[in-house]
């Protein structure tokens, strides 16, 4: 078992629905990431979370430490929010990423 | 304007050499790392480093090496041990504040194809 699971794999949605992908992992982390990758493959870092809530434009962020729980909500979803959107936990120190596998998200006009 | 520069962006190799990927960045960032990302599958951790000349396996170190000599630069070279190095390789980069690592800054990646 992986992990750092993520759900949906894929999503398609239309203009203007509200987003919810969700992460699950099951290791001890000392912060959790949302990552966006555009198709050319370059990632961008949304939010990096250790607890409670974060919120920037459209997007907003959530973990709940207890329940080894993260979702990423986007409002009023739009074509340009079409991406792959990784979570990905930090277990401690330097150590590197664990990534989960990604949720394809496509926004249709 | 400050980043991590990863080039090339697509790469050809024969089948038996060592290839260089290279990773610089202008951030003055201590820490640097190299994930690599297969089809269908989550990024996974080859290398990283928190200072100069120090790296630390991540989870696939097998057929591939790094070197820290310099601050800004973290190359990696994916050696003829490596079974399937065909793949994308993103490097990335953070910096320690508040006695913690914060958000990882990711170049655009290199895209290896062995032929």
């Known amino acids: 078992k992986n992990e750092v699971e993520q759900s949906p794999q894929n999503l398609t949605a239309q203009e203007g629905e509200f987003i919810t992908i969700n992460c699950s992992y099951s290791?001890?982390?000392?912060?959790l990431h949302w990552l966006q990758q555009h198709p050319g493959g370059g990632i961008v870092s949304l939010f990096m979370?250790?607890?409670g809530k974060k919120k920037h434009g459209r997007l907003i962020a959530t973990i709940n430490i207890q329940e080894k729980h993260s979702s990423l909500h986007i409002t009023a979803s739009h074509p340009r929010d079409s991406a792959v959107y990784i979570c990905?936990?930090?277990?401690?120190?330097?150590?590197?990423?664990?990534f989960g596998k990604g949720t394809h998200l496509i926004i249709q006009p | 304007d400050g980043g991590i520069t990863q080039s090339p962006k697509y790469l050809f190799r024969k089948e038996g050499q060592n290839v260089t990927l290279s990773c610089e960045q202008n951030?003055?960032?201590?820490?640097m790392y190299w994930y690599r990302q297969d089809p269908g599958q989550g990024l996974r951790l080859i290398y990283y480093?928190?200072?100069?000349?120090?790296?630390q396996k991540g989870d696939i170190a097998e057929g591939y090496s790094v070197s820290r000599e310099k601050k800004e630069s973290f190359p990696l070279t994916v050696t003829s041990a490596q079974k399937n190095p065909t793949a994308f390789y993103l490097c990335?980069?953070?910096?320690?504040?508040?006695?913690?690592?914060?958000?990882?800054?990711f170049g655009d990646g290199t895209r290896l194809s062995i032929l």
């Open positions: 990335a980069s953070s910096i320690m504040s508040r006695g913690m690592l914060q958000p990882q800054h």
């Open positions: 290791v001890g982390i000392s912060a």
């Open positions: 979370l250790s607890s």
């Open positions: 990905a936990v930090r277990r401690g120190g330097a150590d590197g990423l664990t």
């Open positions: 951030l003055n960032h201590d820490a």
């Open positions: 480093s928190q200072i100069v000349n120090d790296f």
